[in-house]
């Protein structure tokens, strides 16, 4: 089974202006119109099951109507392929009690971006909410690294998230980007960490909306074998972060870096069953 832990749609209505706006910011290349059907086409040609969306709050008021979407996504496509993260923002009203009813609606977990909610990742804001989805049992993805719509901000810098580790051990954390995006001299202090690593975008280079590639530099095939065996193979999950990574690319990239074929196994979807449950 092969699953894609990271991923984004946006509701149908929505997308061709988010994902245009997006693409515009960060000057990254969309590779699928950004819903739910363009996903799902995606899936099917890269022989992709599953995919975890996960959704960004980046304004508190924004997050019941992201979280309806998200719920009734779950409800759309259960068993069919798609699975929702919820969304949650560190200034949320009341953000324990949001977490407390996702986890009650069976939400596996959240996804936080620093950058884009404007809070670093070790604002204490950011460490209640994460010990309280901690004690919950739920996933929290987190942004790591770089992000090109904010080239010089630091706030999920690998410092600041090492320090959010230390003040919650929560061992279904997962950080993006191989923990760096492009930042691989600090993201390196984190391979090896106990939490789980996604690879989206770090392997095989994204594209500016010209089609050139862009210079943030992504680890070559030797730099991600070692990283992910550093870290541990057992807690390394595909993501491509689609739609600003193309699934077929990205996992062709995972297929051919060097990787046996049981780590190649647990990395494209056996650890990320298993941290869903759906294993046995
Ligand atoms: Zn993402």
Sequence with gaps: ?????????FPDALAPRAVAGMAAAADMMPYSDGAAGGLLSSMARAGVDAAVLAPVVTKPSQTGDINRTAEAVNAAFRGRGLLSLGGIHPDTEDPERVLEDLAARGFPGVKLHPLFQGVPIDDERNIRLVARAAALDLIVLIHAGFDPNYPGLDYAAPRRLLRLLERVPHRKIILAHMAGFADWGEARALWGAPCYIDTAVALGPWRRRNGELSPATPLDSAGFVEAVRRHGVDRVLFGSDSPWSDQSEALSAVRAS?????????VLGGNGARLLGWEG
């Excluded at 089974?1 to 749609?9: E, K, S, V, W």
């Excluded at 060097?258 to 647990?266: K, M, V, Y």
């Design 1 to 9: 089974m092969i699953i894609d832990f990271h991923t984004h749609t």
């Design 258 to 266: 060097g990787l046996t074929d049981s780590e190649l196994s647990a």
